[in-house]
């Protein structure tokens, strides 16, 4: 409270509740509306979700067997982590696991989306399986059913096991990819009684870069860019491998897809060449990682951009990689190209981004929310896909627990509101997104920001792990009840 601003804030709140008035939490506890009017909302049925993963909110990172994961040794490392912390204890999820489905109860949603750890599945990543690890989420699921809230299970959320990366340099070699095949598997074979939904890898566009390129991720590698797109190519082999393997051990019915946070292109002004311009811009700015899985096929924009440094396959891996998805999941926060139709190259121009546009409390996530129309619409035309999930949305926040004790996080609500609305739109004009997943449900340990950035609808006091509800989670259950953006 010591700069002038929220001291002027604080007079101000403190007036309000001098004169009577209810907080905001407390005025805006929801009252489900009758349903919208047709075209006044999301599609009756649209499934609003949470999302978190496994190394961010569980700790317990010794408990009942679990091996190590490339991230525990990561975080190790003097000045990989901003704030020196670590996912050691995180949000205790592992312990607490029934008062954070509360939690998600309590929003309305009828939705999670969490990762398995493999580690704590197959501590070496291959071998004997640990069935102590394996029965939290067993217990995990079913609590959530239990409450009414389908689990959504991501088989990898980057805590590749030590193990592989010590005996096989990790995803630089097949052999994990193969390892990864079975391991998916056994997770099908054991929780597809219960889990309907199975997102395979998380955003292979940013551990393969970050974690084997520019090694701000673990394992922290500075690769040259040949194997990169190696890498990156066995990420997608992984990827059919474990479609495979969902088909082949999973109930029958079980649905698999990618969640991947795809490379966002937006027409920088909406003229019918622009729009064109932005589908195949989409199309060739992920030719490494989508557009391989639901085509088969690099582009030859692709490989001849890459040139020597192309990555090395075989027509039966562009098989596996292009076995058919269910869905397809996409991680939406922030436009990376905003594009014109050009008669040079491939037939767009991404414009440069100029330094003062708008981001929201990081940095590196601009405020494009019409990125959450124009992308699912033109990945459902170029990709011809029918069901499309937002798997990943959402802001940090400063998130500054005021002197009554709330989290007023307008500007989360402001970024929310505008992202949902557009994606109301594309509902609206029929674009075939069918749920949505907040990220994140609560704050957690933010890989390199540590426990600096917060993510969540509620906020968490990591020495105490109390959760409190941030006024965003408020406006979400707003949301949920009326099935609309509220705008
Ligand atoms: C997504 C990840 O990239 O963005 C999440 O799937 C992550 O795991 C979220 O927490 C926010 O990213 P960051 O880099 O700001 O922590």
């Not at 690890?133 to 991501?154: A, V």
């Not at 040139?307 to 027509?315: F, H, I, Q, R």
């Not at 058919?324 to 991680?331: A, R």
């Not at 708008?358 to 069901?387: C, F, Q």
């Amino acid at each position: 409270m010591s700069d002038p601003v929220s001291r002027r804030q604080f007079a101000k709140l403190a007036g309000l509740s001098a004169a009577g008035v209810a907080s905001p939490l407390e005025a805006l506890e929801v009252k489900p509306v009758s349903p919208p009017r047709s075209g006044n909302g999301f599609p009756a049925g649209f499934l609003w979700g949470t999302a978190t993963s496994s190394y961010q909110v569980e700790g317990a990172v010794n408990e009942d067997g679990r091996g190590a994961s490339i991230w525990d040794k990561f975080v190790r490392i003097p000045g990989k982590i901003e704030d020196g912390t670590n996912g050691d204890r995180a949000n205790e999820h592992y312990q607490r696991y029934k008062e954070d489905v509360a939690l998600i109860k309590e929003l309305g949603c009828k939705a999670y989306r969490f990762s398995v750890a493999w580690p704590r599945v197959f501590p070496d990543g291959d071998g004997k399986p640990n069935l102590k690890g394996l029965d939290f989420y067993n217990r995990l699921i079913d609590e959530l059913l239990k409450n009414g809230i389908e689990p959504w299970l991501t088989l990898y959320h980057w805590d590749l096991p030590q193990s592989l990366q010590d005996r096989f340099g990790g995803w630089r070699s097949t052999e994990t990819c193969k390892i990864f095949g079975d391991y998916a598997a056994y997770v099908a074979k054991h929780l597809t009684d219960r889990v309907k939904n199975v997102f395979t890898l998380n955003e292979s566009g940013r551990f393969v870069y970050f974690g084997y390129g520019i090694g701000i991720d673990a394992p922290g590698l500075t690769l040259p860019q040949a194997e990169v797109n190696q890498i990156r190519h066995n990420s997608a082999l992984a990827h059919g491998l474990a479609v495979q393997a969902v088909r082949a051990h999973g109930r029958r019915g079980t649905r698999v897809g990618p969640a991947e946070n795809i490379d966002a292109c937006a027409p920088a002004i909406d003229t019918p060449e622009n729009v064109r311009a932005a589908g195949i811009a989409l199309r060739e700015m992920n030719a490494g990682y989508l557009n391989v899985i639901m085509t088969g096929k690099y582009t030859d924009a692709f490989l001849k951009f890459a040139g020597p440094n192309a990555p090395k396959y075989t027509d039966a891996e562009l098989k596996i990689i292009s076995s058919p998805v269910d869905f397809l999941g996409l991680n939406i926060y922030a436009p990376q190209h905003y594009v014109v139709a050009s008669d040079q190259g491939a037939g767009f121009m991404p414009l440069p981004i100029p330094k003062s546009f708008p981001h929201m409390n990081s940095d590196w996530l601009r405020v494009g929310p019409e990125t959450i129309y124009w992308v699912p619409k033109l990945a459902a035309k170029i990709w011809k896909t029918d069901a499309i999930y937002i798997s990943e949305n959402g802001t940090s926040s400063d998130d500054v627990i005021t002197a009554d004790g709330k989290i007023y996080d307008t500007d989360r609500i402001m970024y929310l509101r505008n992202y949902l609305a557009q994606l109301q739109r594309a509902t609206t004009e029929g674009v075939p997104v069918r749920g949505y997943f907040l990220w994140s449900l609560m704050d957690n340990f933010e890989w390199v920001y540590g426990l600096n950035k917060r993510f969540g609808l509620y906020h968490v006091n990591f020495d105490t792990q109390v959760r409190t509800p941030k006024l965003s989670a408020s406006f979400y259950r707003n949301v949920i009840a009326n099935n609309a953006a509220g705008v």
